[in-house]
């Protein structure tokens, strides 16, 4: 991810150098939005893989001990079992792009 943000801060900078004023306004926005894409994408990520629900996502389909959470392009499937004191708790989170799990957790 840091890779990703590295080439859209180089992108942003030879826009403002090399592109004419509309050219620049459109282009911006364009990298703006795919930077800010990005900083979800990866703040849900962080979380999937430490165990935690996405934030960034609708809760789409819920079932007995399993509940589906689509995001932009991605989509987060939470898996919930029960403690000896019937408490909910998260027995498995995965994180899928394109039908590939992209992140994911177990416990």
Excluded at 14 to 26: N, S
Excluded at 28 to 37: D, F, G, K, M, R
Excluded at 45 to 50: D, G, K, N
Excluded at 55 to 63: G, T
């Amino acid at each position: 991810m840091i890779g990703i943000f590295i080439i859209l801060l180089l992108a942003m900078f030879l826009v403002i150098k090399f592109c004419k004023k509309t050219l620049k306004i459109v282009l911006s926005i364009v990298i703006v939005i795919v930077t800010l894409y990005c900083v979800i994408l990866s703040v849900d990520m962080s979380r999937v893989t430490s165990f935690r629900e996405p934030i960034f996502n609708i809760s789409w389909y819920e079932e007995t001990g399993l509940i589906e959470y689509k995001g932009i392009g991605y989509r987060t499937i939470v898996k919930y079992g029960y403690t000896n004191n019937n408490e909910k708790k998260i027995t498995s989170i995965e994180m899928y792009m394109f039908n590939k799990c992209i992140a994911g957790a177990v416990e």
